[in-house]
């Protein structure tokens, strides 16, 4: 609702002639959980390890509203979405892209090193 009234809010302040109409057509439970749980240390340093940098906390994964019933809140257990894919891979867009081998080694690295700290704990 509040980015409906923002985008309409300025809209209006542009004066045009032509119309805008926004609506949200879908939408889930947003989540939000805490990024030092030993889960998400891991994660983040299989991430460094696999990508070569510190992994961007950006708080995505906004379309995939299932999250929520996963989550601490609902299961009691940490929920982590791993970045897989390129920055330039378009996700969900019409000209999305994934290269399934690259793909397939980032996810194997990535997980096979959270499972390696995540036993520990």
Same mark, same amino acid.
């Given at each position: 609702?509040?980015?409906?009234?923002?985008? *309409?809010?300025?809209?209006?302040?542009? @004066? !045009? +002639?032509?119309?805008?109409?926004?609506?949200?057509?879908? =939408?889930? $439970?947003?989540?939000?959980?805490? /990024?030092?749980? +030993?889960?998400?240390?891991? @994660?983040? %340093?299989?991430? %460094? #390890?696999?990508?070569?940098?510190? +992994?961007?906390?950006? *708080?995505?994964? =906004? !379309?995939? +509203?299932?999250? /929520? $019933?996963? !989550? %601490?809140k609902t299961t009691g257990k940490?929920?982590?979405?791993?970045?897989? =894919?390129?920055?330039?891979?378009?996700a969900h867009s019409q000209n999305? %892209? &994934? $290269? &399934?081998?690259?793909?397939? #080694? #980032?996810?194997q690295n990535c997980l096979l090193? &959270?499972?390696? *700290?995540? *036993?520990? /704990?």
């Open positions: 609702k509040d980015t409906c009234d923002y985008v *309409r809010k300025v809209f209006a302040e542009l @004066g !045009s +002639p032509n119309k805008c109409k926004v609506s949200m057509i879908h =939408g889930g $439970n947003w989540w939000v959980t805490d /990024f030092n749980d +030993p889960q998400y240390v891991a @994660g983040r %340093k299989a991430t %460094k #390890r696999v990508y070569g940098c510190e +992994p961007d906390l950006t *708080r995505e994964g =906004g !379309s995939i +509203p299932v999250t /929520f $019933n996963f !989550s %601490k940490s929920v982590m979405l791993l970045p897989m =894919g390129a920055g330039d891979d378009g999305e %892209k &994934i $290269n &399934i081998k690259e793909l397939h #080694r #980032r996810a090193r &959270i499972w390696m *700290r995540c *036993r520990r /704990f």
